[in-house]
């Protein structure tokens, strides 16, 4: 059974700062790009960032680049987002699906049925 479940969403102030995690389950993540997208109130889903398997190659949104920052640990099979600088315009739900970031770089983001269950972050003062 594949899973990926994301987590560490929540409520913070401009400026500030929250760590997202995608836990991986029932495949080797180390094998795999794992991607985050994000689709907030009234917008279309946008291609966040994307961390490629074979040789750790990342990918940003121009609009989020300098501010975050995707990393992996295989050990736990997890890839985190760090989002720093956050501003009220980051507020989305936040998902990740395996992914080939070649492809998410070219704006061709996997299908719906591939994300998990995404996680509510809200920028606001």
């Known amino acids: 059974q594949v899973q990926l479940v994301e987590s560490g969403g929540g409520l913070v102030q401009p400026g500030g700062s929250l760590r997202l995690s995608c836990a991986a389950s029932?495949?080797?993540?180390?094998?795999?790009?794992i991607a985050w997208s994000r689709q907030a109130p009234g917008k279309e889903r946008e291609g966040v960032s994307c961390?490629?398997?074979?040789?750790?190659?990342?990918y940003y949104a121009d609009s989020v680049k300098g501010r975050f920052t995707i990393s992996r640990d295989n050990a736990k099979n997890t890839v985190y987002l760090q989002m720093n600088s956050l501003k009220p315009e980051d507020t989305a739900v936040y998902y990740c699906?395996?992914?080939?970031?070649?492809?998410?770089?070219?704006?061709?983001?996997?299908?719906?049925?591939?994300w998990g269950q995404g996680t509510q972050v809200t920028v606001s003062s």
């Open positions: 699906a395996r992914a080939a970031c070649f492809a998410v770089a070219a704006g061709d983001l996997p299908g719906f049925g591939s």
């Open positions: 029932g495949f080797t993540l180390d094998y795999y790009g």
């Open positions: 961390i490629s398997s074979s040789d750790g190659t990342t």
